[in-house]
């Protein structure tokens, strides 16, 4: 998706950045860069660090339900959902902008 561009979907660095996210996300849960394919539970971003906790997850999730729900969305409250990888939702590239001297 977003590599295609230069960029990777969008990670939570911060508090700060997933205010950001939160007020972009209004209308429909969003794709963020994390998932937990690698160990059950135990969610990462797409570089391989831990999610972290910058956002709160939504009331009883990550519920990992029916037992494939391996990557993560914001729902418009702006909590986090682990919802399959299948599942179409949009999703929100990040850019790290490079600068040479
Ligand atoms: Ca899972
Ligand atoms: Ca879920």
Request: with cysteine; hydrophobic share 35%; glycine share 12%.
């Amino acid at each position: 998706m977003c590599e295609d561009e230069g960029g990777h979907l969008a990670v939570v660095d911060s508090k700060e950045e997933g205010g950001v996210l939160i007020t972009l996300i209004k209308k429909e849960q969003t794709y963020i860069g994390a998932h937990d394919r690698v160990t059950e539970g135990k969610f990462m971003t797409i570089f391989g660090a831990s999610m972290g906790n910058h956002i709160a997850w939504s009331g009883n999730q990550p519920d990992n339900s029916g037992g494939n729900e391996h990557c993560v969305t914001i729902t418009t409250s702006g909590k986090l959902n682990d919802v399959p990888c299948t599942h179409i939702a949009p999703f929100i590239c990040e850019f790290d902008l490079m600068w040479s001297e």
